[in-house]
């Protein structure tokens, strides 16, 4: 075999050689690409989930409110281990927040909702009202019928 024929093939076998190292270093980063990708979904998925779970933790910390002691709702904590804030807006008013993951009160991140409650004693004045209401509704109704049934 001549010099110029082997040169040929060695230059043949170096080719393939370059090609198949490029086809392994194109799939190596399309492989940690990929793996990249499905980390930051994973990220953001994990990061949606704690933000409805503490709009659920707020919301339930709202409901426990009534009307009258804010501070029994002072010593919650968030899923980032934040305090969550609880405040009196006005007479009624609770507003209950998480200051989100970064721990900075008041800016974008945050997870937060309004409450409005009666005071304790128009609710207990509620129930009676609400009973006395339905009674009169109950007799007019039977005052409409039995004046049907006389006609």
Request: hydrophobic share 40%; with cysteine.
């Amino acid at each position: 075999m001549s010099d110029h024929k082997r040169a040929q093939g060695l230059s043949a076998m170096v080719l393939l050689l370059v090609l198949a190292l490029g086809v392994f270093f194109l799939w190596q980063q399309a492989t940690a690409w990929t793996k990249r990708q499905e980390e930051a979904r994973a990220a953001r998925e994990a990061g949606r989930l704690k933000q409805e779970e503490v709009r659920s933790q707020v919301q339930v910390i709202g409901r426990q409110w009534d009307g009258i002691n804010e501070a029994a709702l002072k010593d919650f904590r968030d899923v980032w281990g934040n305090r969550i804030l609880v405040s009196t807006l006005s007479r009624g008013s609770l507003e209950v927040r998480s200051p989100g993951p970064d721990g900075m009160p008041y800016n974008t991140d945050d997870v937060c909702a309004r409450f409005h409650t009666q005071s304790a004693s128009r609710r207990l004045l509620g129930k009676p009202a609400e009973a006395a209401a339905e009674g009169l509704a109950r007799g007019m109704r039977k005052g409409i019928k039995g004046q049907l049934k006389d006609e």
